[in-house]
């Protein structure tokens, strides 16, 4: 029997929770496949999600050919989502590694209060001290709420700290929501994309290309702010759900794929190093 153990990564979001499966001596991701995801909303309330998360994994986790060794958390759902995904594990007698901030990485970040950061900023701060070998690095997260991060390598790599504002999605809802006609509209396709004039003549563009070009000026005024003040341009990563469409918008970003899993996966190996 090939039996390969694997890491269960999971990255509890607002709007999904979504996980894969790390092949821990190929030291890759497994296949395409074992990419999953269930809307978080589904797992409400999140005390009782020991149960849905369950009927989701068990098949993962009593797979005898690919034993799981550890699943690791990133978490942005507060502790009853911790607490439901512990009692998962101990009923499958599989460790639980829950990423925390400033911990055994060789990264710090400058929060006041390291444990209030999100777990999936830093995470994804951790996978750009991993992938970049630029100095100054701006790391853009697009989900629920737009995350933008300033990561850079001075003696060491620093978490300067970094912004939060409504998400694409959160900005069309809130739109939606808060007037009587604005229809729910989807992130556009931006002019210099179209055969069309600049100005949007519906209301689909107006508001599908309004908010994305917003969300890029929002990007465009930290990369300002990064190259005054270190006098050099930021290498400009993008994660999160609607990095892909973002980048129509700021094509000199760089995709950060699986930047969460990325830097959960080194958080938990550097917290086994520094146990051994
Ligand atoms: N190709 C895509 N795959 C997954 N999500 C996408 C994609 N394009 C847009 N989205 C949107 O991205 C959002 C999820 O992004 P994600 O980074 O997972 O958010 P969160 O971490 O806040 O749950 C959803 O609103 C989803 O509609
Ligand atoms: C800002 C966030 C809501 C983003 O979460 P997401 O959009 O990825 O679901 C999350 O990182 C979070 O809850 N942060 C805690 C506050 C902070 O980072 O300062």
């Not at 009927?55 to 439901?84: M, Q, T, Y």
């Not at 690095?137 to 933008?148: C, D, E, K």
């Given at each position: 029997?090939?039996?390969?153990?694997?890491?269960?990564?999971?990255?509890?979001?607002?709007?999904?929770v979504k996980w894969c499966l790390f092949d821990n001596l190929q030291q890759n991701f497994s296949n395409a496949m074992n990419f999953s995801s269930q809307p978080t909303s589904e797992l409400k309330?999140?005390?009782?999600?020991?149960?849905v998360l369950g009927?989701?994994?068990?098949?993962?986790?009593?797979?005898?050919?690919?034993?799981?060794?550890?699943?690791?958390?990133?978490?942005?759902?507060?502790?009853?989502?911790?607490?439901?995904?512990?009692?998962?594990c101990e009923q499958h007698h599989v460790p639980l590694h829950v990423l925390s901030v400033n911990t055994k990485v060789p990264m710090r970040s400058a929060y006041e209060n390291p444990s209030q950061l999100g777990k999936d900023r830093w995470a994804a701060c951790l996978a750009v001290s991993q992938n970049s070998h630029a100095?100054?690095?701006?790391?853009?997260?697009?989900?629920?709420?737009?995350?933008?991060?300033?990561?850079?390598?001075?003696?060491?790599w620093q978490h300067l700290g970094g912004f939060i504002v409504p998400g694409l999605h959160t900005m069309f809802d809130s739109l939606h929501v808060n007037t009587a006609e604005l229809p729910p509209v989807r992130l556009g396709v931006p002019a210099s994309h179209l055969d069309s004039g600049f100005w949007p003549g519906t209301t689909q563009r107006a508001i599908g290309e309004?908010?994305?070009?917003?969300?890029?000026?929002?990007?465009?005024?930290?990369?300002?702010?990064?190259?005054?003040?270190?006098?050099?341009?930021?290498?400009?990563?993008?994660?999160?759900?609607?990095?892909h469409q973002m980048v129509m918008y700021f094509p000199q970003a760089h995709l950060l794929e699986h930047a969460v899993f990325k830097g959960l996966v080194f958080d938990y190996q550097c917290s086994v190093q520094g146990r051994s």
């Open positions: 029997m090939n039996q390969t153990p694997v890491l269960l990564c999971m990255d509890a979001g607002n709007t999904l309330p999140f005390e009782n999600a020991c149960t009927d989701l994994l068990s098949s993962v986790l009593s797979d005898l050919d690919n034993p799981v060794a550890a699943v690791l958390l990133c978490n942005v759902l507060g502790p009853d989502f911790e607490r439901a995904v512990r009692r998962l100095q100054v690095n701006l790391l853009v997260s697009f989900g629920t709420a737009t995350t933008v991060d300033a990561v850079v390598d001075q003696a060491g309004g908010v994305g070009r917003m969300q890029a000026a929002f990007v465009q005024s930290l990369v300002n702010q990064l190259a005054h003040q270190y006098e050099q341009t930021p290498v400009v990563w993008f994660s999160g759900g609607f990095a």
